[in-house]
């Protein structure tokens, strides 16, 4: 069974420039969460979709947003990128249901010039 | 808000031998989870134990074991028999069960590098 795939594995952006993400969910599992992660801030959530329902968001601007499509797999993107954007992004599949493992995907590493 | 904090950025432990990761908690919630993820240089972090706040038996699973003490809101991880591949970042990380438990939402503490001795 494959895992959660996350393309593309490394890129680098200028500040200003958007930049979309993309995560392959688990066969079968219906939610997905994103991650940024940072040396100074560590992880934190930035949203999660169900069913192609956002079911929660974390306190990012609007600049960062997702979305998820009829098969379970979802993107993200952020605009007007930051030098404070440079971070890995990591993308969890579960099935969804209460006490469901989260299962990580080895992330995007974005840098911001 | 909820916060998980890990006091200790790095541990040490040689071969064989046996280590205890700390992890503390705040929260007002009386049912929620609590796991500790692993995350080896740059591969993908997987979940190592998990433990249910209303469950007073602490989880184990193979070599691994947690202290949970939910009056202290203390959730250690102990890690036995310690094996080279054990070396990796740990993260402490916290889930509530509000909304009938709908979300996936974790948050994390900023983690606990443990290297390996041989």
């Known amino acids: 069974k494959a895992g959660v795939t996350q393309t593309p594995r490394y890129l680098i952006k200028t500040r200003g420039q958007q930049v979309t993400l993309s995560c392959s969910p688990i066969?079968?599992?219906?939610?997905v969460s994103w991650y940024q992660q940072t040396p100074g801030q560590g992880l934190q959530f930035l949203f999660e979709y169900f069913s192609e329902t956002q079911r929660n968001k974390g306190n990012f601007p609007g600049r960062f947003s997702g979305r998820q499509f009829s098969n379970s797999r979802s993107e993200m993107n952020v605009s007007t990128l930051e030098l404070g954007d440079s971070a890995l992004y990591l993308c969890a599949s579960s099935l969804g249901e209460v006490t469901g493992e989260l299962f990580f995907g080895e992330g995007s590493r974005l840098t911001v010039l | 808000a909820q916060t998980v904090t890990q006091s200790q950025p790095e541990m040490s432990v040689q071969e064989a031998e046996t280590v205890t990761l700390s992890c503390t908690y705040d929260t007002s919630e009386s049912d929620y989870y609590l796991f500790w993820y692993k995350q080896p240089p740059s591969r993908q972090m997987i979940l190592v134990i998990r433990q249910e706040a209303y469950k007073q038996q602490n989880a184990t699973e193979n070599r691994f074991s947690v202290n949970f003490q939910k009056a202290a809101k203390s959730f250690s991880l102990k890690i036995s028999d310690s094996q080279l591949g054990d070396a990796a970042m740990y993260f402490c990380a916290y889930r509530s069960v509000r909304y009938g438990g709908a979300t996936n939402k974790l948050i994390f503490g900023t983690g606990t590098l443990l290297a390996v001795q041989p």
């Open positions: 066969s079968g599992h219906r939610s």
